[in-house]
């Protein structure tokens, strides 16, 4: 299928082009390419053990060895550290959320360091999050998942990153859980937010993005605009096994 992303008069603010990636002698991504544009949200989907969340972190700088182009707004940060990525404007929000379960909802939302400017205020996050406001002096062990979640999310929002890599936000998440995560992720997206999504629960996805890009053994074998959903539900269902 014509790939979406390159319609229009968007700017792309990521571009991969032959993303390569390895887990020690075992290469996980064989030349991913895809971009996103400023202010899109773009989702990777797949069947687990894909290569979405490896290529989250090779984004990120995390893996051991990565090659191929990565690009953001406008500078190749393939040789970058993670630390250099980060101060770029990208934030990893990971599956396993990585809150800091010995401090308190306050102090996990004070920690992480402001990058550049641009970030949200406590108060406008918090004003996403309300049931964060509640919780503020609670630990982080003390929360639900989907409190824990929504933390996580909540602490890379002030820091001033503009792409927001967002790994499985719903994984485990009861389904009221997963509408109030849907009507955050539209609102950042409102408000400027650059968004990549992982995400296994395709409903989900469908419900906020604005185009797919669908991953096999480590690399993009399609690419389906948010319209062409429906028309193309059988294919989807066979690359997902739904």
């Given at each position: 299928?014509?790939?979406?992303?390159?319609?229009?008069?968007?700017?792309?603010k990521?571009?991969?082009?032959?993303?390569e990636?390895?887990y020690?002698?075992?290469q996980?991504?064989?030349g991913?390419?895809?971009?996103?544009?400023?202010?899109?949200?773009?989702?990777?989907?797949?069947?687990?053990?894909?290569?979405?969340?490896t290529?989250?972190?090779?984004?990120?700088?995390?893996?051991?060895?990565?090659?191929?182009?990565v690009?953001f707004e406008?500078?190749?940060?393939?040789?970058?550290?993670?630390?250099?990525i980060?101060?770029?404007?990208?934030?990893?929000?990971?599956?396993?959320r990585?809150?800091?379960?010995?401090?308190?909802?306050r102090?996990?939302?004070?920690?992480?360091?402001r990058i550049?400017?641009?970030?949200?205020t406590?108060?406008?996050?918090?004003?996403?999050?309300?049931?964060?406001?509640e919780r503020?002096?609670?630990?982080?062990?003390?929360?639900?998942?989907?409190?824990?979640?929504?933390?996580?999310?909540?602490?890379?929002?002030?820091?001033?990153?503009s792409?927001l890599?967002?790994?499985?936000?719903?994984?485990?998440?009861?389904?009221v859980?997963?509408?109030?995560?849907?009507?955050?992720?539209r609102t950042?997206?409102?408000?400027?937010y650059?968004i990549?999504?992982?995400?296994?629960n395709?409903?989900f996805?469908?419900?906020?993005?604005?185009?797919h890009y669908?991953?096999?053994?480590?690399?993009?074998?399609?690419?389906?605009?948010?319209?062409?959903?429906?028309?193309?539900?059988?294919?989807?269902?066979?690359?997902l096994s739904?």
């Amino acid at each position: 299928m014509r790939d979406p992303g390159a319609a229009g008069t968007a700017q792309p603010k990521l571009v991969v082009r032959g993303l390569e990636g390895w887990y020690g002698a075992a290469q996980a991504l064989h030349g991913m390419d895809f971009e996103v544009n400023a202010g899109e949200l773009v989702t990777l989907v797949g069947r687990n053990g894909a290569g979405k969340t490896t290529t989250l972190r090779a984004l990120m700088g995390l893996l051991e060895k990565r090659a191929g182009s990565v690009s953001f707004e406008g500078r190749q940060t393939i040789r970058m550290s993670t630390r250099a990525i980060a101060r770029l404007g990208l934030a990893l929000c990971p599956e396993e959320r990585a809150i800091f379960g010995r401090l308190t909802v306050r102090e996990n939302l004070e920690l992480p360091p402001r990058i550049r400017g641009g970030g949200m205020t406590m108060d406008e996050t918090l004003d996403l999050f309300p049931r964060l406001r509640e919780r503020l002096d609670n630990g982080g062990t003390e929360l639900s998942g989907g409190e824990q979640q929504m933390l996580a999310i909540a602490r890379i929002l002030p820091t001033g990153a503009s792409l927001l890599l967002l790994d499985e936000p719903t994984e485990g998440l009861a389904p009221v859980i997963v509408q109030h995560i849907a009507r955050t992720v539209r609102t950042l997206k409102q408000r400027g937010y650059t968004i990549l999504l992982v995400e296994q629960n395709f409903g989900f996805a469908a419900s906020v993005a604005d185009r797919h890009y669908v991953v096999e053994r480590g690399r993009v074998v399609d690419r389906i605009a948010a319209a062409d959903v429906g028309p193309n539900a059988d294919v989807l269902r066979s690359y997902l096994s739904v």
